[in-house]
């Protein structure tokens, strides 16, 4: 079983619609919580953050229940520039090892 | 203020030759890791310097991989030799200096590798 499943998709969706993603994280040692953005052949760039208390960015929210080890995110109003490959990502480690466990992500189509 | 960056972007080579892979990190930055993606898979750590030191190299496949970061700047991966399971995409990142983090890692652009 992978430390950190998503559903890898795709979700096709019409611009305007409201997406939801889904994670589980199965370390419960995990200490940090991330999704990060790919765009095709290119590197993984930091979303946000995800606090339990739940944070929003703009038209992203993330959610995090430790209890249940699950991870969200909350795409409102998508627009055609949010199409990518949305990564789960955690981070495991004593301190600061900062080593990030990825999910295999969750591709996303905006379509006009 | 320049990003992560990594030489070569491509490198195609041959079972059983040598490649070396260059991340350069954002200056100041004293974390660096290495990570891989192979095709269809999950990217995966490979392993943590801070500054000179390998500070978590649980993730590095085999000893046919060496890293190394001298002087605590930029850093090499170097497989030797290659096998066809190497082929992937090789991601440097770094971050700022340990402290009450984890702080953001900023990746590279990352190396494709084929080895045929």
């Known amino acids: 079983r992978k430390e950190v499943e998503q559903d890898p998709g795709p979700f096709n969706v019409p611009e305007g619609a409201t997406v939801a993603f889904n994670c589980t994280y199965s370390?419960?040692?995990?200490?940090?919580f991330f999704w990060y953005r790919q765009d095709c052949r290119k590197e993984p760039k930091l979303l946000m953050s995800?606090?339990?208390s739940g944070n929003e960015d703009g038209r992203f929210t993330a959610q995090l229940n430790r209890a249940s080890q699950y991870i969200s995110l909350l795409i409102r109003d998508s627009k055609l520039s949010d199409s990518a490959t949305y990564l789960c990502?955690?981070?495991?480690?004593?301190?600061?090892?900062?080593?990030?466990?990825f999910g295999q992500g969750t591709t996303l189509q905006v379509k006009p | 203020e320049a990003g992560v960056t990594q030489f070569p972007s491509h490198s195609v080579i041959e079972k059983g030759q040598t490649v070396t892979l260059r991340c350069d990190p954002i200056?100041?930055?004293?974390?660096l890791y290495w990570y891989r993606r192979v095709m269809g898979k999950e990217i995966k750590f490979l392993l943590h310097?801070?500054?000179?030191?390998?500070?978590?190299e649980s993730g590095m496949p085999n000893n046919r991989f060496l890293a190394e970061r001298t002087g605590g700047t930029y850093s090499t991966l170097k497989v030797q030799p290659a096998e066809l399971e190497d082929s992937g995409v090789y991601f440097c990142?770094?971050?700022?200096?340990?402290?009450?983090?984890?702080?953001?890692?900023?990746f590279g652009p990352g190396t494709r590798l084929t080895v045929t």
């Open positions: 990142a770094s971050s700022q200096a340990s402290g009450r983090g984890p702080y953001e890692q900023y």
């Open positions: 370390n419960s040692a995990s200490q940090s």
């Open positions: 995800v606090y339990s």
């Open positions: 990502v955690v981070n495991r480690g004593s301190g600061n090892t900062g080593k990030l466990i």
């Open positions: 200056s100041g930055h004293d974390n």
């Open positions: 310097f801070v500054k000179e030191s390998k500070q978590d």
